[in-house]
């Protein structure tokens, strides 16, 4: 059953190729390791380009767009860039990574890019560049701006980092990876209509909603289409994908969502998303809880953990799991609302910052799943400026832990 369950994903592993396309020069090594997905969909994913002295690493979201497609995300953010930076030439690398195999059956993705004259950013000149690192420089520019790239599957271990969650998830990252902060509607019933910013210039746009297409391929300078959408219970994940550049480059579409008097856009032409090949949204829908409802995970018995007193009006949470990292997922609730859930619990640390009430603040641990080791098991660290305090937290499908925090408020 567990190699049954455990089939591979066909995207997570090791992407690689060599580009050498000159004699007498160094060649340049592109690896892309791509993570396990979520909701089969929003894939994190990490880019390392090597070539002579210079070594670029990269995160960035990649998603799902056909069964045999990945979008390519508009940011990529720098881990490491060493001994110069390549600045926004990165945004060269976008439209589609199509899946196919190559003569001897090895798995192979191929960039399918969305060629411009305009991006929309300012580009680095070469100019800038010392005499020394000008022409590896110019050869990264032109192989991820123009020359062909066809990444052969090596691995099939999924890439696994801290950065995983900080891509899928905003509130975690200082940095923007193409994930709108999350929107939360009082309607399940929504409504889907279109802008141009540009209305001459054939801007061509594509719509996804929990991995079905609901607005194919459209050019907004022909037609405005609008679309009656039904949200699932819970998060959805919308994507709003650019076809193309149009005549006027870069895509300028404009995607606006109603649910009953809420109102969102979504819009190419903003400054963070200009040149993007697409944007996502997670929306929750929740149905009205009904007077006095309190969670059913809320009802299980809770053991109280410890009761701590602090005079800062936030503290920082770390969460780890110091045994074997078994696939545990948690939910903490402060004061009756959810602060995340479904986090997954890793072996290396990740950070929640937590703004308290004056007086008694409760945070409930509440287990998701028993993970591939029961019980749900995880280390807790209260850090409160230079102090901190280390917990076990143990919590299973019957039993809650609580850490009751007083913020003593002195005006």
């Known amino acids: 059953m567990l190699n049954c369950f455990g089939q591979e994903d066909k995207f997570a592993g090791t992407w690689e190729m060599l580009h050498a396309a000159d004699a007498g020069t160094s060649p340049i090594q592109l690896q892309l390791t791509i993570a396990a997905p979520e909701k089969n969909l929003l894939y994190p994913a990490h880019l390392k380009i090597q070539s002579a002295q ?44 199509d899946l196919g195999r190559d003569k001897s059956g090895t798995p192979v993705l191929t960039a399918n890019r969305i060629v411009s004259k305009k991006y929309g950013v300012d580009m680095p000149a070469l100019s800038n560049f010392n005499d020394s690192d000008r022409m590896v420089a110019m050869r990264i520019r032109d192989l991820l701006r123009e020359q062909p790239i066809g990444l052969k599957k090596t691995g099939n271990e999924a890439w696994q980092s801290m950065k995983v969650n900080e891509i899928l ?41 929990n991995g079905k297409t609901v607005i194919d391929k459209t050019d907004l300078s022909r037609k405005n289409p609008t679309e009656e959408i039904t949200l699932d219970t819970g998060q959805n994940i919308l ?7 149009g005549r006027t480059p870069p895509n300028t579409g ?29 929306l929750f829908y929740y149905p009205p809880k009904p007077v006095n409802f309190t969670p059913p995970e809320l009802l299980r018995n809770t053991k109280l953990v410890d009761d701590v007193h602090t005079t800062s009006a936030e503290v920082m949470l770390a969460i780890w799991d110091d045994a074997l990292e078994d696939g545990d997922s948690i939910s903490l609730n402060i004061n009756g609302q959810w602060l995340v859930k479904g986090f997954a619990v890793k072996k290396k640390p990740q950070f929640l910052k937590v703004t308290l009430q004056p007086g008694q603040n409760n945070i409930i641990f509440v287990a998701d799943n028993l993970g591939a080791i029961a019980p749900n098991t995880s280390i807790l660290e209260i850090i409160d400026g230079k102090k901190r305090k280390s917990f076990m937290i143990d919590t299973d499908l019957g039993k809650n832990n609580l850490v009751r925090i007083t913020y003593d408020y002195s005006p």
């Open 54 to 97: 210079f070594t670029g690493e990269y995160d960035l979201l990649l998603v799902k767009k056909g069964y045999n497609q990945l979008g390519i995300g508009r940011n990529k953010i720098p881990h490491i860039e060493t001994p110069f930076s390549i600045g926004m030439w990165t945004i060269f690398l976008n439209g589609t990574f």
């Open 169 to 209: 998830h905003p509130y975690l990252s200082d940095v923007y990876y193409g994930i709108m902060d999350t929107i939360e509607v009082k309607s399940k019933d929504g409504k889907l209509s279109f802008a141009d910013n540009n209305k001459i210039d054939n801007d061509t746009v594509f719509v996804l909603l």
């Open 239 to 245: 994507v709003f994908f650019a076809d193309n550049y």
């Open 254 to 282: 404009k995607l606006n969502l109603e649910f009953g008097n809420e109102k969102f856009a979504i819009n190419f032409a903003n400054k963070a998303d200009i040149s993007a090949t697409f944007i996502v949204a997670k």
